[in-house]
RNA sequence: GCCAGCGUAGCUCAGCGGUAGAGCAGCGGUUUCGUAAACCGCGGGUCGGGGGUUCGAUUCCCUUCGCUGGCUCCA
């Protein structure tokens, strides 16, 4: 962490025991769970006797102002144990906070009528605050624990300077402007239906057509890049998900089944059992390795209702699913090969920026995972192989492999810099094992493949949502619904309107003239809204020319072009992926 | 699922005990117009669903569904 990072960070700790204060002050009764300093700002929970509304932030935010224009002094004190029982009497959530603490000396802050059990840092004085703001408030459980009392949240933010918190206020509006939510709507891009359902995407005309556009994309690339495209049902026999175990360990992400002929069938929350079935329906060989089969497999999984959000986290999507079946000596280059494909797919939508995670075992519990110590430790080495030869800086988070095998994520950063997890590569030691996968070595002898699971888009429903919020509803021509609106002045211009649109259709884009008896000013407006690339704008001068006038949606007016100048411009755009 | 808030016309919102309103959109006209909203008129709502309190509920209470912000979890 930089110093200014340190700075900042404690500014905002020390907002977060203003607050305190003032909470306290205004509620008395209150009790303090912990308020610490966040990447974004900051928090503190309580417990109140009252429920807090957005209504009550003023005078809390009013109360802050008073101690801060006060500048009450951070005094820091080192207590025993003891001695900390007793200050914090009245405290519960803080006296087992003390509990749980090893040391025997604790330090505490006081400020104004405020003590607090804390490690510090803090500020010298509150008056050192700069411009802060209380955000929002939420519901948040002790210690993260669902089990455990559920505290009220107060958010908020703090900066060295009122500009820099202007600036993240205007931040946070272009964030609410960019909401996929909302662009789909006024995109007529997707929407959900209450009577039909929490969770479940409609795409419309235009967003099915995006769909199209980037799951043809999607294709053409798999099969260059060595994939087969296979698809398989939606529904599994019970059989099926004992042997997989996902009835064992993901059962609450099950609907429940349905009866068919007495048998009880799931719909899936997976595609690789499916896959599974395929590879098993003959004796493979080592020459067969390796396979890669991917499909655009729609599953259904149960998310909790407060989870809901947009198409970011629903209960049915279509995941971009491959699974990739080879030998311990092929490994290496498998996962090369597939890390260079992840990296050029989101690429070709205009992602050049990724965080990259690479999620390893607890060395200290090695039982707790499937696949023997020699298969993890190839696994990881050929993960960090491929990572080091692209030279992709890495996080590598020890503990967080899921219990079948390491795996490497990838965030893509949108405009606004913010991380959305999309790809991710698994490697699987459980399925092959469980459905006893084999094929036949140099050896002539069984020999059980390796496999690894990867989706790249992710899910195309978040992965979409995404993308609106990248490009704030202003897609790249390729992937633009509409590519050019052609806007006729007057209705006499209306022939040529029509010549200009069969001419530009038959160079293959997607264009639509706007013949309603309406202003020109009215067809540019809405054309602009729906964030259309190209509008043409056509009248006596551009007929009498055999032009048409290019106005872009950045609203640059390119002048008149012909109109196989226009086509070629266009063409060249969309062949760049621009 | 949990905590808090919110569901009023297609959209954005006002009204909050006496039976519903605006702008935009839609529809019908008039206007044929040079780079982000022409003008006139009309229709449109069992005020999310169900139950209760009340002479009377969009307004108060309960319940249910959905949405929002979080917690938790994940593609």
Redesign the pocket.
């Known amino acids: 962490m930089s110093d200014q990072e340190l700075k900042l960070e404690t500014m905002r700790h020390s907002a977060s025991h203003v607050m305190a204060e003032a909470v306290v002050s205004l509620f008395p009764g209150a009790r303090l769970g912990i308020g610490p300093a966040t990447s974004e700002g900051f928090y503190y929970d309580f417990d109140l006797p009252h ?4 209504e009550d932030l003023p005078a809390v935010e009013a109360e802050m102002k008073r101690i801060v224009a006060a500048d009450l002094p951070f005094v820091r004190e080192e207590v025993d144990r003891a001695q900390a029982r007793r200050l914090f009497e009245a405290q519960p959530y803080k006296l087992e906070l003390i509990d749980d603490l090893s040391d025997e000396s604790l330090s505490i802050y006081r400020q104004g009528s405020l003590i607090d059990l804390c490690r510090g840092p803090h500020l010298d004085s509150t008056g050192q605050i700069g411009a802060f703001k209380l955000l ?6 002790w210690r ?3 089990r455990r009392p ?1 505290l ?2 107060i ?1 908020g933010t703090a900066f060295a300077t009122q500009a820099e918190l202007d600036d993240y206020v205007k931040k946070l509006a272009e964030i609410e402007a960019r ?1 996929h ?2 662009l789909a ?1 006024q995109l007529d891009l997707i929407s ?1 239906h ?2 039909a ?3 479940l995407a409609y795409w419309h005309p235009r967003g099915g057509l995006m769909r199209v556009l980037i799951e043809d994309y999607w294709r053409r690339q798999h099969y260059e890049g060595g994939y087969d495209i296979i698809f398989t049902p939606h529904i599994g026999r019970a059989h099926l998900w004992e042997t997989s175990g996902h009835l064992n360990f993901y059962k609450d992400g099950m609907y429940s089944p349905m009866d068919i002929d007495g048998q009880d069938y799931y719909i899936k929350p997976m595609n690789c059992p499916f896959h599974i079935m395929i590879y098993k329906t003959r004796l493979r060989s080592y020459r067969d390795l390796p396979l890669r089969w991917a499909e655009l497999g729609t599953v259904y ?1 149960y ?8 198409l ?4 049915g ?1 279509t ?1 971009d699913d491959a699974h990739i079946f080879c030998t311990p000596e092929q490994i290496e280059e498998e996962i090369l090969r597939v890390l260079d494909f992840s990296l050029n797919m989101l690429r070709g939508f205009g992602f050049d920026d990724y965080k990259v995670e690479l999620s390893v075992r607890d060395p200290q519990k090695p039982e707790k995972y499937a696949g023997s110590d020699a298969m993890w430790g190839q696994a990881e080495s050929s993960l960090v192989k491929a990572l080091t030869a692209r030279n992709l800086a890495y996080q590598r988070q020890e503990g967080e492999a899921v219990f079948y095998g390491p795996k490497i ?1 990838i965030k893509i950063m949108d405009a606004l810099g913010r991380p959305w ?4 590569i698994q490697f699987d030691f459980n399925i092959p094992e469980r459905f006893d996968l084999t094929y036949i070595g140099e050896d002539g002898r069984q020999q059980r493949p390796y496999m690894v699971h990867r ?1 790249l888009l ?2 195309l ?3 979409f949502g995404v993308l609106v919020e990248h490009y704030a509803g202003a897609f790249p021509v390729w992937l633009s619904p509409v590519q050019v609106v052609i806007i006729p ?4 211009h209306l022939d040529y309107a029509r010549q200009v649109e069969a001419e530009l259709r038959s160079d293959g884009l997607r264009v639509q003239v706007d013949a309603r ?6 067809k ?2 809405e054309a ?2 729906q964030k259309v690339p190209y ?1 043409l ?6 007929v009498t020319a055999s032009q048409v ?1 290019v ?1 872009l ?1 950045s ?1 640059e ?1 390119l002048g008149k072009q012909s109109i196989a100048e226009f086509g070629a411009a266009v063409r060249a755009a969309i062949a760049a992926r621009k």
């Open positions: 429920p807090l509304t957005s929002n408030i939420a519901g948040a459980y993260g624990d669902e559920m009220q949240r958010y909401d939510r909302k709507r959900f209450e009577e359902g929490a969770g999984r998310e909790r209702s407060g989870t809901l959000h947009g970011l986290r629903v209960r999507f995941q994520d997890q999309c790809s991710t989706a992710g899910s429903e978040r992965f002045i007057s209705d006499r008896p309406e202003r020109m000013n009215l540019i407006r602009q809204l509008m704008v056509i009248g006596d001068k551009e006038s106005r949606r609203g007016d």
